[in-house]
């Protein structure tokens, strides 16, 4: 069952949602302020996140810029006033997911929270990730942080491969074998060659280390 993080600092209503929460099913973990928010949305294994705007510490406006901006794509539902029109504004700019006025029915929360992680669900077929990086592979586009890179198809395939099998050493045979889909009889530098080439355009460039040599057998992409 997916674990639902609420930042609130009134609480009562973030005893109420807990409450009613586990009682749907889900597993709840509560953040007090923005501080405390963002660190357990970016550290736990949060699937969504429920996040009031007026928070101490910081904002929930904040803490969802800064989520985004550390690469997250987790959902988050915010929380605003009644009719405070900016705050919905403001916090779907910051890259909020979905919003809802307090005071508001249990259910329809439901119906939303419910809404969000199924359109994560289809997300993660075609979104593959490691730390800042993302490819989606309907519109084949791969992103740093916010930064679009250029990959060749070639490039994209073999960046594909080794992020779906993220954090397992895959061997060059294995890669020509299934991003270039003919046995290229032996000859594995080409997969090197490829290797080299983004390692031009995403390690190099954003001083990073996402494609890992595997000594003697391949290579690897780790979650950072
Ligand atoms: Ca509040």
Redesign the pocket.
Same mark, same amino acid.
């Given at each position: 069952m997916a674990k639902i993080l609420i930042v609130? !600092?009134?609480r009562k209503?973030a005893r109420f949602v807990e409450l009613e929460l586990k009682h749907e099913g889900y597993e709840v973990a509560i953040a007090g302020d923005g501080q405390t928010g963002l660190d357990l949305a970016m550290s736990e294994d949060i699937d969504l996140v429920i996040l !009031?705007?007026?928070?101490p510490v910081f904002s929930?406006i904040e803490v969802c810029k800064r989520i985004r901006e550390a690469g997250s794509d987790i959902p988050i539902i915010m929380?605003t006033a009644k009719d405070d029109v900016m705050d919905k504004v403001t916090g779907l700019d910051n890259g909020a997911d979905d919003y809802m006025t307090k005071p508001f029915a249990i259910e329809e929360l439901f119906a939303r929270i419910r809404v969000a992680l199924n359109r994560c669900k289809d997300k993660e077929k075609t979104m593959l990730t490691a730390g800042k990086l993302r490819l989606d592979c309907k519109k084949y586009e791969v992103y740093y942080g916010e930064e679009l890179i250029a990959l060749t198809k070639k490039e994209f395939q073999l960046m594909q491969y080794l992020l779906m099998h993220k954090n397992e050493a895959v061997s060059r045979e294995e890669l020509l074998n299934n991003v270039w889909e003919y046995d290229y009889l032996g000859d594995t530098n080409v997969v090197d060659v490829y290797i080299r080439y983004i390692r031009q355009k995403i390690d190099a460039k954003y001083n990073v280390k996402i494609v890992n040599t595997v000594r003697g057998v391949g290579y690897i992409i780790k979650d950072e």
């Open positions: 609130e !600092d009134e209503i !009031d705007v007026m928070l929930g929380l």
